[in-house]
């Protein structure tokens, strides 16, 4: 795992963070430490191709709010949306299906776990209803590099500082 970038909040336009993964375990530990940064009502888009890690990102995240990402997490492609226990809900989102229309975000439920500000919400395919997920919401960008390599690109919104380098850590849960 490489943190290649760091840029800190400009006027009106927020953090980013890139970093560079060779394994579905380093990915799963910078969710991990980006997860560490998350509280309730936040949302996460994933967004990138399938095989890109959106996934294997959510298991990382679920991992910090004490599950077991890979018995835990499964694909919602039908059921659209899974709602994992952990010390905070985690509303696992996919909307691969549907085209992210209001309606369809409407009718499916999506639209009421973005804004319960109860539960976190990681949003698969989160590019195609990004103007009607909140303004916060924050963007991760799988880059599919190469068959283990995947670059991570993490836009966070203005004014929601990233979270801190200890974070990091693997002993941070
Ligand atoms: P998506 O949800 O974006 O379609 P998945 O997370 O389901 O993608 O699948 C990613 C696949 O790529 C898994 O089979 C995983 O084992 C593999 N993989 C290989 N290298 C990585 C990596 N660096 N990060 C994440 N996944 C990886
Ligand atoms: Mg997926």
Avoid at 144 to 169: C, D, M, Q, W, Y
Wanted: aromatic share 6%.
């Amino acid at each position: 795992m490489r943190r290649e970038v760091a840029k800190s909040n400009g006027e009106g336009e927020g953090a980013e963070l890139v970093f560079v993964t060779h394994s579905p375990e380093e990915t799963r530990a910078v969710a991990r430490r980006l997860a560490a940064g998350l509280a309730p009502g936040d949302v996460v888009s994933l967004e990138g191709d399938l095989g890109a890690g959106k996934t294997e990102f959510v298991r990382g995240v679920v991992e910090l709010f004490g599950l077991d990402g890979e018995r835990t997490v499964t694909s919602p492609t039908f059921t659209i949306i899974n709602v994992y226990e952990g010390t905070v809900p985690i509303y696992h989102i996919d909307l691969y299906r549907l085209e992210g229309t209001y309606d369809e975000l409407e009718n499916a439920g999506v639209l009421e776990c973005v804004s319960d500000g109860e539960g976190i919400s990681l949003v698969e395919w989160g590019e195609r209803a990004i103007l009607e997920l909140p303004s916060n919401t924050i963007r991760v960008i799988l880059i599919h590099l190469g068959e283990t390599e995947r670059e991570i690109r993490v836009l966070f919104p203005p004014g929601k500082p990233a979270p801190p380098e200890e974070a990091s850590s693997p002993n941070a849960q």
